[in-house]
């Protein structure tokens, strides 16, 4: 009895308590009830409260709460049990907290309460729970307007469920074969935690940018199978456990490979995740001062700001800028896109936008992967490269390409 209520003290002594140092308490049963539990309970709450009419004031009250309790959390804990290979979960969890305390910021500025549609259920809380971690807003008026990808999935819930389990194995497996791919190309900047570059300077320009296209290339694969493998993880849960309807898990990605202008990528095909968020951050303050163009602009530079910040956190000798720059040049080709159809009428299209759209994003892609490498953020371990069986397979013709480039450029 003793022992029970001296842990309980601690643990409510500990959950005002901010650590001194970052990522200093490993995380276990005891920091997630004191450091993580209370952030996501305060979440949970505003998340509540903006379904209810007439709490705009609690809300208000409680966004400070909700941030000194995911601040504390982020710089205390730390998931890779010392190990710098690791330190990527930490990334993700870092992201985690700043997105749910600007979700919050939102719902404690909104006027009216958020409604579900259809779907609503007789429980506040049930509905509660799914507007925190409904990420896109499936099923809420606040996400009207958006586009989801024709889901082509089963409709029989047991069929569904396997195509799904099917599709986390298979998108898993790619992860594996993309993974050792970029590690056999550049071992110095994927392997080692000093970082390295993406760029061989014994090669001349057109073999050394050619090959380093291939290592974006493979990189952006590896993070689309890695989030589609997330989201079906999620997906087989949300169904099997919580027996949501598959309804509400609509297809994350609409084949991003066949877009045919960038507005057509970032806007539709490529994931909407925290598309929102965006528009919160940037889009709608730059927005109301310098209308359509402050919009673009806004929520493309919110979201390299945030990209780089958060990846400075884990490493600071991270190039934070280079995110804002490669997303500030995505924002200035939708515009281009703009002006082009309000001159000609037409919109960007074809085999000559689709020519267009990857030729902007390979050479601005680049530029991204390279900021990471060279600080050593790529440089984690992972399951996938023991869980596939064709290792050797992979690096061999891995192998063999790197030596035609090379064969090529001598």
Request: aromatic share 16%; hydrophobic share 50%; with cysteine.
């Amino acid at each position: 009895m003793d022992m029970s209520w001296t842990l309980l003290e601690t643990l409510s002594n500990d959950i005002l308590r901010v650590s001194p140092a970052p990522a200093t308490l490993q995380f276990d049963i005891y920091t997630f009830l004191a450091y993580i539990l209370p952030a996501f309970l305060s979440y949970y709450i505003v998340a509540v409260l903006v379904i209810l009419p007439e709490t705009r004031m609690l809300r208000v009250a409680l966004w400070p709460v909700t941030v000194f309790l995911a601040f504390r959390a982020a710089v205390t804990v730390d998931f890779s049990c010392k190990n710098p290979e690791r330190t990527y979960i930490n990334f993700g969890f870092a992201f985690a907290m700043f997105y749910i305390v600007m979700r919050a910021l939102e719902w404690a500025c909104l006027k009216d309460p958020l409604k579900r549609g259809v779907r609503h259920t007789p429980s506040i809380l049930v509905d509660a729970l799914d507007l925190a971690t409904n990420l896109r807003g499936v099923g809420w008026n606040w996400s009207e307007g958006l586009r989801f990808p024709p889901d082509t999935r089963p409709t029989s819930r047991l069929r569904f469920a396997v195509y799904v389990f099917l599709s986390a194995l298979y998108h898993s497996f790619i992860c594996g074969v993309l993974h050792i791919s970029i590690q056999t190309l550049a071992p110095e900047a994927f392997t080692t935690l000093s970082g390295g570059t993406i760029f061989d300077d014994t090669l001349p320009p057109v073999v050394r940018y050619a090959r380093s296209s291939i290592i974006s290339l493979l990189t952006a694969f590896i993070i689309y199978a890695d989030v589609q493998m997330n989201y079906d993880i999620g997906t087989l849960i949300g169904i099997t456990v919580a027996q949501q309807d598959p309804a509400q898990w609509p297809p994350l990605f609409d084949e991003p490979w066949k877009a045919t202008s960038l507005h057509d990528f970032w806007g539709y095909r490529w994931h909407q995740f925290v598309r929102r968020l965006f528009i919160v951050l940037g889009g709608w303050p730059l927005g109301s001062v310098f209308g359509r163009v402050g919009y673009l602009l806004g929520s493309f530079l919110a979201s390299g700001v945030l990209h780089g910040v958060v990846a400075a956190m884990l490493n600071q000798s991270v190039e934070w800028w280079y995110m804002p720059l490669l997303f500030g040049t995505m924002a200035v080709a939708v515009a281009i896109e703009y002006v082009f159809t309000r001159v000609t009428g037409r919109r960007v299209g074809g085999w000559i936008g689709r020519v267009w759209t990857m030729t902007w994003l390979v050479i601005w892609g680049n530029m991204m992967v390279e900021g990471h490498a060279r600080a050593g953020l790529f440089a984690s371990s992972s399951a996938f490269d023991t869980a596939v069986p064709v290792k050797g397979i992979v690096e061999y013709y891995v192998t063999a390409l790197d030596r035609w480039l090379r064969a090529f450029a001598s």
